[in-house]
């Protein structure tokens, strides 16, 4: 065996082992930054941030792409990042790093489901179960309002839906990607795509926000700052250009394998930060996981 295959196994385990840690932690970012910004100039700067680091790789390879692209790419950068980035900040002005973490897991299986409802992928019968227990899982963690009962519609954990509705976002773009520019390579689609919605960040976040005032005279501010810029350059940019790398070396299943590390990792963050987890929450995350993971078991997007 050639010396680089031998040790490709621990590559990969160590690959998707930091990608669990750098997305795990997101959650646990947006949460301290929100503690001086606003839901808004945290989603903000999380995309400026992110674009901005990534220009370098935009710029060059612009020229070479068709309006019909650029049009898809536009989509791509408000439902991949953009609109996300602001619904988790929403989500977590009411709802805890960890569960958030935990609804996020909903990612693959939105992607099964936006892809048979508007492209004509198949939903296969284990897709379809994952589905429906995960749901169940989320509405208990909607739902779950004391260690005793539930606390029905509660604004608290009504606020997990804004999770919900990122991860149909993702489902979405993921779909896109597979069906409209499956011809441009991975980094060029992330690089673009946030370059083209990284303008309307930057004017939202320097012109109808309190961001810059704040920057300068808000303690802890900078601190702040540095928590968002960390999550959009690592948790956006970086992580992206590791995940696809692994895509190529890896199996698909492995590389989904990811999925179910990544809540552990918000959950370990919630915990280490004080937050609590009442008994019906422990029954939410279980059944999201176990949905999650029948849903994404062997299943495949098929046109």
């Given at each position: ?21 750098i ?35 935009a ?11 650029l ?15 602001f ?7 009411n ?41 169940v ?37 993921v ?6 520019v ?16 990284l ?32 999550l ?8 992206l ?13 492995f ?27 422990y ?21």
């Amino acid at each position: 065996m050639p010396e680089a295959d031998k040790y490709q196994p621990i590559k990969n385990w160590g690959m998707l082992l930091v990608l669990a840690l750098i997305w795990g932690s997101s959650f646990i970012l947006i949460k301290k930054a929100l503690l001086v910004f606003s839901a808004g100039e945290v989603g903000a700067l999380r995309i400026v941030t992110a674009g901005t680091v990534l220009l370098p790789l935009a710029m060059p390879v612009l020229k070479d792409l068709r309006r019909k692209q650029l049009g898809y790419l536009l989509v791509i950068g408000f439902v991949g990042s953009f609109i996300p980035s602001f619904l988790f900040a929403t989500a977590q002005t009411n709802l805890s790093s960890s569960l958030a973490g935990v609804i996020n897991a909903l990612t693959p299986l939105m992607v099964v489901l936006v892809g048979g409802l508007f492209f004509q992928a198949t939903i296969t019968w284990k897709a379809s179960l994952g589905l429906i227990i995960a749901f169940v899982g989320v509405g208990i963690l909607v739902l779950a309002g004391s260690e005793t009962g539930v606390s029905f519609f509660s604004d608290l954990n009504l606020y997990g839906l804004f999770v919900v509705a990122a991860t149909v976002c993702y489902g979405l773009n993921v779909n896109i990607i597979k069906y409209r520019v499956q011809e441009i390579r991975p980094k060029t689609i992330t690089a673009i795509s946030l370059m083209m919605v990284l303008p309307l960040a930057a004017l939202y976040l320097l012109a109808f926000t309190q961001f810059s005032f704040k920057l300068l005279h808000v303690e802890g501010a900078w601190l702040a700052a540095g928590y968002i810029s960390l999550l959009g350059i690592v948790g956006t940019a970086a992580a992206l250009i590791l995940f696809n790398t692994m895509v190529k070396l890896v199996t698909p299943v492995f590389a989904s394998s990811v999925t179910y590390l990544v809540p552990l990792v918000a959950i370990l963050w919630g915990v280490w930060d004080g937050e609590r987890l009442f008994l019906l929450h422990y029954f939410g995350i279980v059944a999201v996981i176990i949905g999650v993971w029948i849903g994404n078991r062997k299943s495949r997007l098929s046109k």
